[in-house]
């Protein structure tokens, strides 16, 4: 049974700091892993899309990798701002998504 | 592209009633949606997968005669929680795939407060 879990829980940063989302899973068997943004009390905004032939994907201060092998997808946040805010989930499909616990990001100024 | 719509995104409604929710993709024709629900900060879960014109398929542990799904259409399903009870006040998220692209798409979700 797959099993996808996100560490850290939660996370509170400072503005303009770097940061590092760690999702983990246990079958490597995956189409692609995708990372949302979950706003409080709203649905999810897809962020990234990576296939499973693929290392890694970029959108603005975003970069997501994922090593297959090893179960494991980070998403790098580069110069984190308020804005950031929110709780970020992964999802591995395996013809159906499995979502992960989600990490709670607050970045205060 | 890819916009995917609920209805209503708020419902409240008496204990022992029933409450339908619409899903629909609006510029696209999704041969298969999901339906997902999420308790306060916890993770989203998988309830069903229906695929149009046929029966849904449920995931171990959900009710399929209290979550009834049908998916009449390519650009329609719909999620009847019957007898709804305070403890299935939860937030509801439906999505919606396109055959042969490993890539699902989101509605906003609907907030079922039974009272």
């Known amino acids: 049974k797959q099993e996808v879990t996100q560490i850290p829980a939660a996370l509170s940063v400072p503005e303009g700091e770097n940061l590092v989302l760690n999702c983990s899973f246990t079958?490597?068997?995956?189409?692609?892993l995708q990372w949302f943004r979950q706003d409080p009390g709203k649905g999810l905004t897809s962020l990234l899309l990576i296939q499973s032939s693929q290392r890694e994907q970029t959108s603005g201060r975003l970069n997501a990798s994922l090593d297959k092998s090893s179960g494991r997808s980070t998403l790098y946040i580069a110069a984190s701002q308020p804005g950031d805010s929110a709780t970020y989930l992964c999802a591995v499909n395996t013809d159906k998504l499995i979502f992960g616990t989600g990490t709670r990001l607050q970045v205060f100024p | 592209g890819a916009v995917v719509s609920q209805h209503p995104s708020r419902v409240i409604c008496k204990s022992g009633t029933s409450v339908k929710i619409e899903c629909r993709s609006l510029?696209?024709?999704?041969?298969?949606m999901f339906w997902y629900r999420q308790f306060p900060k916890q993770s989203l879960m998988l309830m069903a997968t229906s695929n149009e014109g046929s029966k849904a398929t449920y995931e171990q542990g959900v009710e399929k005669d209290k979550f009834l799904i049908n998916h009449a259409s390519l650009t329609l399903s719909t999620l009847t929680v019957t007898s709804a009870h305070p403890e299935d006040s939860s937030f509801y998220i439906c999505s919606a795939r396109v055959v042969g692209i490993n890539e699902q798409y989101f509605g906003p979700g609907t907030r079922l407060t039974v009272t």
């Open positions: 510029d696209f024709q999704a041969t298969t």
């Open positions: 079958d490597s068997a995956i189409y692609n």
